[in-house]
């Protein structure tokens, strides 16, 4: 994945990433090396099923930590840009689709925290794009590559 070098995120999404970055550097990594030791003193690595599986888990998690510390040098903090009433970044959104009974509620945010079923939606998206700048009471048009549906905002926080 390729990290712009403005990467907007929020407050919270930062934190989130920056105890994710912990996480692997403090403790995950030298589990690894230690899995890769022990594994290396198993004999002939040709055949060595547990130190090729530990070497792969070790390249997926350098990679993930050289993209977290991309965010966290190219960070951008979302701060609530909208006036009062209106959809911006940083917004969180309740809205029913038409023809649907249930409210759904997605968060405004960068692409770097995005993730549709913790309810964070990029600005970005579809979804992001279309709410934004829009207001309580607004009919909105989502166009997807799936095909358009249209929701109504119940809700701006």
């Known amino acids: 994945m390729s990290i712009p070098n403005d ?3 929020t407050p919270e999404g930062l934190k989130a990433v920056e105890r994710e970055l912990q996480e692997l550097t403090s403790k995950n990594r030298p589990a690894i090396v230690a899995k890769i030791k022990a594994a290396r003193e198993l ?11 530990a070497k792969n888990e070790q390249g997926m998690m350098e990679a993930r930590i050289r993209e977290l510390e991309a965010i966290v040098k190219n960070h951008v903090l979302i701060q609530t840009t909208a006036a009062k009433g209106v959809v911006g970044m940083g917004s969180t959104v309740r809205f029913v689709e038409e023809g649907e009974d249930g409210e759904e509620t997605y968060r405004i945010v960068g692409s770097a925290e ?11 998206s579809a979804v992001g794009k279309a709410l934004l700048g829009r207001r309580v009471g607004d009919e909105v048009q989502i166009k997807t590559p799936g095909g358009a549906y249209s929701v109504r905002i119940t809700a701006i926080e």
């Open 7 to 9: 990467v907007p995120i």
């Open 43 to 53: 004999g002939d690595l040709s055949e060595n099923f547990e130190y090729h599986a």
């Open 114 to 124: 995005a993730n549709p079923k913790d309810g964070r939606v990029s600005f970005e």
